[in-house]
């Protein structure tokens, strides 16, 4: 605590007092997307939804444009639905509890234990990824960078170590210790505030990460391909682009009848996602 004290990344969620509001918004963001990048274009966001009632009245062409840059665009939808939620359901305030904030729409066990635990510094127990590798090293020695505990077992280490008056200044230092001291993949042991007293200190061998298998598509992953046609779109308007032309822009006129068939099922997975629209021969973002 004495090192983030010093060390304490200036977010604009981190304010005191916290704004719920801008807690929520930046707890949705951040489930995939880097700090770094939310940081920088949430400010941009709060001058378009300013309000949670903004945010719940934005059609789906709207709030997905305003999401350019912060990653999977359903999460935007989910966002929005949540505030929705809460406007109809909690008078237009973020609720305070666990129990509340897990029945909103696109809000889960980590999320909404996040935004108890940040907007209104209710004690939970929140486990993002720099929480778990911090947790497990501290707990055993950890024989390469990327070994982690069981959440059951980090569970039962964090009730033992979050200090029951400070639960969120708690988590930010440890997620700011994860993120830039105890990394993944070269953790900095020697500048670590807890290196005399962690078993894996400097004995971890470096180890890559596994990595996800994910559906490809011309040697990339389809979310790539997906955030391509949504950003194509954000740019033709609502009048929307022919198939064809959209096929075009994105394969090329060179594209195969087996290409053309896999870019329509996959316009076909965003129009059933609530992200684009088909009207006749005409595709556009949702409304």
């Not at 720099?130 to 070994?147: H, L, M």
């Not at 684009?276 to 973002?285: A, E």
Request: hydrophobic share 40%; net charge positive.
């Amino acid at each position: 605590m004495e090192w983030y004290a010093e060390t304490a990344r200036p977010f604009p969620w981190r304010t005191q007092p916290p704004d719920p509001y801008i807690v929520l918004l930046s707890e949705m963001m951040l489930q995939q997307t880097q700090a770094s990048r939310v940081a920088a274009l949430l400010p941009v966001f709060l001058e378009s939804y300013p309000t949670i009632h903004h945010l719940a009245a934005a059609t789906n062409g709207e709030i997905i444009r305003h999401w350019k840059g912060l990653g999977y665009n359903s999460r935007a939808l989910r966002l929005r639905d949540a505030a929705r939620a809460i406007v109809d359901e909690h008078q237009g305030l973020v609720p305070a509890s666990v129990e509340e904030l897990r029945a909103l729409p696109g809000v889960g066990p980590y999320t909404s234990a996040a935004i108890a635990c940040f907007a209104y510094n209710v004690y939970a127990v929140v486990l993002d990824v720099n929480v778990r590798r911090v947790y497990s090293r501290i707990t055993r020695p950890q024989e390469t960078t990327v070994d982690v505990e069981d959440d059951s077992v980090l569970y039962d280490v964090a009730r033992t170590l979050i200090p029951q008056g400070a639960p969120s200044k708690w988590h930010h230092a440890v997620m700011d210790l994860g993120a830039t001291i105890c990394t993944s993949r070269s953790p900095q042991c020697s500048s670590c505030p807890l290196t005399e007293i962690c078993p894996s200190s400097g004995i971890m061998r470096s180890a890559p990460r596994p990595k996800r298998s994910e559906p490809m598509f011309r040697g990339e992953p389809r979310r790539i391909w997906r955030g391509r046609v949504v950003e194509h779109l954000r740019h033709v308007g609502q009048r929307g682009i022919t198939e064809s032309a959209l096929v075009k822009s994105i394969l090329g006129v060179e594209a195969s009848d087996e290409e053309r068939e896999w870019l329509r099922a996959l316009v076909t997975v965003l129009e059933r996602d609530g992200v684009v629209s088909q009207r006749g021969r005409r595709i556009s973002l949702a409304d």
